[in-house]
């Protein structure tokens, strides 16, 4: 551009000349004495542009509507075209979500899918390590009392077991028997006392009242049924450990032979024996309370079974997709999933249980089975559904229930590794996962004891026996497994991250009865 035609643009009518321009010939670098600071101009004019700003209907950070959306000023067809054919003018990329998030959800939904099998790849661990407990009552226990009471009573071999170089030995010995027949005794005596209980009188009580009622109860005893079971485990591990403090005591050799060294340990035997009555009795009022409810709960079971209206049936079954609000709609830890798994797998063990008990009752019912069927397959869906939607909610990826499997198999290479028995109710492993089979057994025992009497010797023999055989191959299939998964795990110990250790870690001290803090 040329200076006249500068000059031109300068003066033409529709742009006035401003006095203080730098064309203008009145231009002046410095301020008049009389006239404003140029800053000072400058902030009138931001402050009014501001104010036009606050007072206009749109935002000064919008723009028009044409330039964001050019089918607003575009024709019908092209209007047509982009929403009903999907074409676009090939700006793409503004619509579509991010990649990661595509990615994330993707993962989400193959999660979903890989839940249920490996949840049953724990449950079913779960499920056997509770056969495993519960054969143990009826088979390896009074072998293991018989056995003792051999070994510690016959003179042959307590004359070989009592000198000082065998002591330990001896008192291991001491503490087997005793621990073991205390737990026989309380499953003897619940079993006995559950004779009393005219079990067609509670039958038909029951299925006099409503449905409403029934309902009510049931969900009554299956609450208590948790509460005791998780009083009981405290209980049963203090008798255990006091009986066997107590008979360590009094096998161990005291050199001092002073009369107030002599008094000292008289009253100390006397507290510990104190102690071991006082928790018998207990363990004793709890197992009979605790095998109660679970004799209510199998008949009331019977009852909607045996029902011709199906309400309560329904209403039963309807319990179970109950749990779906009470679980899926919370934020759980890896530990709370943990307890949740492990108190599925108890709940299916024990309604496999009461199936068998109520077979024998019922002498094989066909509609025993198909009713029973249902309410499995119900429970089986309603626990794939809650946990693959509690992973899904809380980002939990479905790899942690083979840290829980391990978990597991770590406790049972633990647990058989011990030769010293100081527990009642069950091992380690059963405390784990929240499963007190001794109220459970004293049940199968009173339904059982009957048809078991009235069947042949030979056909008892043979009977117990065949249990026997179930229960030692159920043992070493359980310590097998439970070997090479715990071998596998420390071979690859250097690939898992450090993340996958810590989590097991934790893991480890987690019990089903626990509770867990929110900073855990």
């Known amino acids: 551009m040329t200076s006249s035609q500068e000059s031109e643009i300068s003066t033409s009518p529709g742009t006035p000349e401003r006095p ?9 670098t410095h301020n008049p004495p009389n006239s404003e600071p140029i800053h000072r101009r400058t902030q009138i004019i931001r402050r009014h542009s501001t104010d036009s700003a606050l007072h206009s209907p749109l935002p000064p950070a919008c723009s028009s509507p044409s330039a964001e959306h050019p089918s607003y000023t575009a024709s019908p067809v092209l209007f047509l075209a ?23 959800k993707r993962r989400g939904v193959y999660n979903l899918i890989q839940v249920p099998m490996r949840l049953e790849r724990l449950i079913t661990l779960g499920q056997v390590i509770c056969l495993d407990e519960f054969l143990t009552l009826f088979t390896y226990l009074p072998l293991r009392v018989v056995l003792s009471f051999i070994r510690l009573f016959n003179p042959y071999s307590f004359k070989k ?6 002591s330990s030995q001896y008192r291991t010995c001491c503490i087997t028997w005793a621990v073991d027949t205390l737990h026989l005794t309380l499953l003897i005596i619940t079993s006995l006392s559950l004779r009393f209980f005219d079990i067609s009188w509670i039958y038909h009580n029951i299925r006099g009242q409503s449905v409403i009622k029934l309902y009510v109860v049931f969900n009554v005893i299956e609450i208590f049924d948790r509460l005791c079971s998780s009083f009981g485990v405290d209980i049963l591990d203090s008798l255990g450990w006091t009986t066997a403090s107590a008979v360590q005591f009094y096998t161990r050799q005291h050199t001092d032979t002073n009369s ?36 209510t709960w199998v008949v009331t079971l ?18 179970n997709f109950v749990e779906l609000k ?40 066909e509609k025993l089975f198909t009713t029973f069927f249902v309410i499995v397959v119900c429970e089986v869906i309603v626990d794939w559904v809650k946990h693959a939607f509690v992973t899904k909610f809380n980002r939990i990826s479905p790899n942690v229930y083979r840290q829980f499997v391990l978990v597991i198999c770590d406790d049972i290479a633990r647990s058989k590794s011990q030769s010293v028995v100081r527990s009642i109710g069950g091992s380690g492993i059963s405390k784990r996962i929240g499963f007190v089979c001794l109220p459970l057994a004293a049940l199968f025992t009173r339904m059982s004891i009957g048809p078991f009497l009235g069947l042949p010797k030979v056909g008892m023999l043979a009977l117990w026996s065949s249990l026997v055989a179930i229960k030692t191959a159920v043992s070493i299939s359980l310590i097998g497994h439970s070997w090479r998964r715990t071998r596998d795990s420390r071979s690859s110990v250097e690939d898992a991250s450090e ?14 009865y626990d509770l867990i803090s929110k900073n855990a």
Not at 161 to 166: E, Q, V
Not at 261 to 275: D, E, H, K, Y
């Open 82 to 104: 982009r929403n009903l054919l999907g074409i676009d003018n090939g700006n793409t990329s503004d619509g579509l979500e991010d990649a990661l998030s595509v990615a994330t």
């Open 302 to 319: 019977n009852v909607a079974i045996n029902t011709q209206n199906n309400a309560l049936l329904t209403l039963l079954v309807s319990n």
């Open 20 to 28: 203080d321009s730098p064309a203008s010939p009145n231009f002046k």
């Open 161 to 166: 077991a009592r000198p000082t170089s065998s």
């Open 499 to 512: 993340g996958d250790a810590t989590w097991v870690q934790k893991l480890m001290q987690v019990e089903r």
């Open 260 to 295: 107030s060294a002599i008094r000292a340990r008289a009253l100390q035997g006397l507290v510990l024996v104190s102690r071991v009555a006082f928790d018998y009795t207990f363990a004793l009022i709890y197992i009979m309370i605790h095998a109660t409810l679970l004799l």
């Open 326 to 365: 009470g679980a899926v709609f919370k934020s759980f830890k890896v530990q709370n999933l943990f307890q949740i798994a492990c108190s599925d797998a108890v709940e299916r063990f024990q309604l496999c249980v009461f199936l068998v008990v109520m077979l024998i009752v019922t002498n094989a019912d």
